[in-house]
């Protein structure tokens, strides 16, 4: 696929390299309800950006290219920059051009061996600011997992872990009520909830986990520091513990443009559900009604 890419030759006449483009390489913006034209063009920029489409120091086009690649008006274009500068992604200069800033952040590791042997010495240090823990009766579906009884009650504790003051994830957890007084915010300030629930004897079984991607609510993109809408990565556990009773709910759900999940794997366990399956929620295609066959005059007449 081609790209735009501006550099400049000199501090001071940039010099704008044209690509070779048709229509069928511009990107295709949804006009329907839902994104706005700006954030989507902005999402766009930013990924060249992020992967090096357009290097550090390098101009981006110009608003008019912007516009007639993106089919999108004049107002449209500059919102969108105005974001990438508001982020921290370029600079404007004046009677320049905007530039891509050279002291962006720096790329994520690629997910290597040698990253996952890493992962592995180094501790993941984060802090944690607990929300809330409330003993309450739960929603019909979180009852349903849990396996309570009709009113039963479960704890519900939500937390954040953040990382140089940036949320970097939101755990939401549900376990049965009684195990509410072990399960405090002043615990769950010094220990993880399994050791708590390890504390109380319970030997863990297995998990059934799925991850999904979201929307962002207005909660949780206050959290984020994103926008409504904004897509997010969830991770839900059901843990059982090793007589098959559920002993805990969990939800992790993190920002794909702060955070990812990592699989160390071997090939013979590839699309198991042990280590993960791409579950289709999609019903399976309905055939064509077959047409019957024409009956012949004289079944048509015995059946008569």
């Known amino acids: 696929m081609s790209s735009i890419l501006l550099r400049a030759s000199s501090p001071f006449r940039p010099t704008l390299l044209v690509p070779t483009m048709s229509d069928s ?29 357009y290097p550090a120091g390098s101009m981006i086009p110009r608003e008019e290219d912007l516009c007639t690649y993106f089919a999108v008006s004049r107002i449209t274009a500059r919102r969108a920059l105005a974001d990438l500068e508001a982020q ?11 530039f891509v800033r050279g002291d962006l952040p720096v790329p994520r590791q690629a997910a290597t061996l040698g990253f996952v042997e890493s992962l592995q010495k180094a501790a993941d240090e984060t802090q944690v600011e607990v929300i809330q823990v409330e003993l309450v009766t739960p929603p019909a579906p979180i009852a349903a997992q849990l396996q309570l009884e009709a009113d039963g009650e479960a704890v519900h504790a939500v937390r954040l872990r953040k990382r140089g003051g940036e949320t970097v994830m939101v755990s939401d957890a549900w376990v049965p009520g009684r195990y509410s007084k072990a399960v405090t915010a002043a615990s769950l300030k010094k220990r993880a909830l399994f050791e708590i629930l390890m504390s109380q004897g319970i030997e863990f079984g297995r998990v059934i986990q799925e991850i999904t991607a979201v929307a ?11 926008e409504v809408g904004m897509p997010l990565l969830r991770t839900t556990r059901l843990v059982y513990d090793t007589d098959r009773q559920p002993v805990q709910r969990l939800t992790i759900t993190v ?6 999940i990592v699989t160390d794997m071997t090939v013979d366990s590839i699309d198991t559900l042990r280590t993960g399956q791409v579950i289709h929620d999609v019903p399976h295609e309905v055939n064509e009604t077959k047409k019957p066959a024409r009956k012949s005059p004289s079944t048509a007449n015995r059946r008569a």
């Open 25 to 53: 390489t511009a990107p295709t913006l949804a006009r329907t309800r839902g994104t706005s034209l700006h954030r989507q063009m902005f999402v766009v920029l930013r990924e060249r950006i992020v992967t090096g489409a």
């Open 88 to 98: 921290g992604f370029v600079q404007r200069r004046q009677g320049l051009g905007t």
């Open 216 to 226: 962002a609510d207005p909660t949780y993109a206050v959290w984020f520091g994103t």
């Open 255 to 260: 920002s794909p443009e702060r955070s990812r």
